[in-house]
């Protein structure tokens, strides 16, 4: 079975600065999608980014970009230009490509953000 | 277009008590997931399903927990002779037929088991 983890329970980020959150994950797939959600205070669930594993090229949607690392399992989120609004608890999330269970979402337990102003 | 809508927002039931969860999908959408987030975990996969079919209700517990979706209306996750070890966030997510990983999440149901 997949597993996601996420190492860092709490980050904290000066407003205007930039934050990277870290995600690791195990599979034996070579097939999947992963993903980062943000889950505000609201308790929405949000998309912020996704990365397809066959692509190369690191996702990247305005101030949210990703590193990631095939190799290493490794699907870090980098924040640029922190903002207030920004402030929340961040899922990593992993879904398989193809195979019986390909729409399960399997997440991590979540790093919460603080945006210090 | 409309988003995922959930209701009620937040639901408090007693002990023994049955409770009743509402997702409506966003529109176009024929693919309904449910998932429970516990304190200070993320979200586990409880149940996949299509309009009148369960797919895969794996993540669900066997025993008093059902849910549906029927042809016309809302899918519904119901829970029967709740217990405090209930008591949770309840995500409904929906997406496209041709596309599952773009669920999108509503903004889930606050069950309170007191």
């Known amino acids: 079975a997949q597993t996601v983890t996420q190492s860092q329970p709490e980050m904290s980020v000066q407003e205007a600065e930039t934050v990277t959150l870290s995600c690791t994950y195990d599979?034996?797939?070579?097939?999947?999608?992963l993903f980062w959600y943000k889950q505000p205070p609201s308790r929405q669930m949000i998309l912020v980014i996704r990365?397809?594993?066959?692509?190369?090229q690191n996702a990247t949607e305005n101030r949210f970009s990703v590193n990631f690392q095939k190799a290493a399992k490794s699907f870090s989120l980098k924040i640029s230009d922190s903002q207030l609004g920004d402030a929340a608890m961040y899922f990593c999330?992993?879904?398989?490509?193809?195979?019986?269970?390909?729409?399960?979402?399997?997440f991590g337990k979540g790093t919460l953000l603080t945006v210090n102003p | 277009n409309a988003g995922v809508m959930q209701n009620p927002r937040h639901l408090v039931r007693r002990r023994g008590q049955e409770a009743r969860l509402r997702c409506s999908p966003m529109?176009?959408?024929?693919?309904v997931y449910w998932y429970r987030q516990l304190p200070e975990e993320g979200l586990k996969f409880m149940v996949y399903?299509?309009?009148?079919?369960?797919?895969?209700e794996s993540g669900m517990p066997k025993e008093r927990f059902s849910a549906e979706f029927p042809k016309e209306g809302p899918s519904i996750l119901r829970i029967q002779q709740v217990v405090r070890g209930d008591s949770a966030a309840y995500f409904c997510?929906?997406?496209?037929?041709?596309?599952?990983?773009?669920?999108?999440f509503g903004p889930g149901t606050r069950l309170t088991v007191t």
């Open positions: 999330a992993y879904r398989s490509g193809s195979g019986g269970s390909n729409y399960k979402l399997t």
């Open positions: 997510a929906s997406s496209p037929r041709d596309r599952s990983y773009e669920q999108y």
């Open positions: 599979t034996s797939e070579s097939d999947y999608y």
């Open positions: 529109k176009g959408h024929s693919h």
């Open positions: 399903l299509q309009k009148e079919n369960i797919i895969d």
């Open positions: 990365q397809e594993a066959y692509k190369q």
